[in-house]
């Protein structure tokens, strides 16, 4: 009987338990319902209210870049200058005859009667070819060297080449300069890399169009803003690679060196440096081939090269003019793909 009593005791306390479940999910839902009423309601008009308030995010970019632009003019002409500089040397190399008409000014006219710069760009088809033959030595590489910059001359786009090889090649000594060094870094301090890399993700995925518009504002039209907006795109590229080189150094070489007592300094120069070069030598082909892609859109900044003539059939129409250039900008891609391809080798 107690046993009965107790059965009927717990199914009237569960189907109360039940019954105060049902009471309290009555109360929320009838208090729900005009809050979410209420709620619909107030949203519209408080995102439509929005607009009126906005945040002042481009006036607040805007006011910096011309503080900074006022602030630190000498130094962005004095940047600017070094710069151009720098590019124009490199020009100079690949276009102008060096030390000719010093040579012609002290009587030795007879002898460089037909040293031009058409005859030059024939010389620097000659060192590239011979460059492609000690790294790789083979006469395939080095055939395609050559008639890559015949084909380059025969078009009439040498000019705009060397122009554009100026551009990358100065983009490439500043990217490697910088992303080298700052990939060691990173690579021995794993903290300090994972605070990167959402730096390094927004470098590489913020349009490039946003970066020509603080370059332009500091330094004008023509190849500096090209150039720092090329920097800042393909400067990802050497940290991530010589940072993964540096990182996978294998541990039995590690522990070998601890194990003789070399100094950090050794390690790093003597056991990292050798083990991670071929990942540091495929970052400096990714910099020249990202530097190459940027060609054209430096172009639209007043950057001389081989994105002048692209930019220009582009507003015209130009369909002979615009795959010519396209095509010269993949064969001189190819020709230096091919000719770097020799540090994953070794």
Known sequence: MNII?????????FLNGILWCITALWDFVIWLVPALIWFVTWLPQRLLGLTDEK????????AGFDYVKDGAAPFLD???DLTEAFIEFLLALLLRPPGVNWLRGRGFEPYIPGWTEDTHAF???????LLAYVLHRKITVTLLIIVGFLFIIDQGYFEETAESLSL??????????IGVPIGIAVAHRPRLYAWMRPVLDLMQTLPTFVYLIPAIVFFGIGMVPGLIA????????????TQLGISSTPNELLEAADAFGATKRQ???KVELPSALPQIMAGLNQTIM????????????????????VVRALNTVDTAKGFESGLIIVVVAIMLDRLLRVGAKQ
């Open 267 to 269: 390690k790093l120069f």
């Open 290 to 309: 990202l530097s190459l892609s940027m060609v054209v859109i430096a172009a639209l900044v007043g950057a001389d090269g081989l994105g002048v003539p």
């Open 5 to 13: 009593q107790g059965i009927g005791n717990g199914v009237v306390s």
């Open 78 to 80: 004095g940047f600017s």
């Open 55 to 62: 945040l002042p995010v481009g006036v607040t970019a805007r």
């Open 123 to 129: 010389l620097i088809l000659a060192l590239f070819a």
């Open 230 to 241: 090329t920097v800042i795109f393909v400067l990802p590229a050497p940290i991530r690679l």
């Open 168 to 177: 990358v090649l100065s983009a490439c000594v500043v990217c490697m300069s």
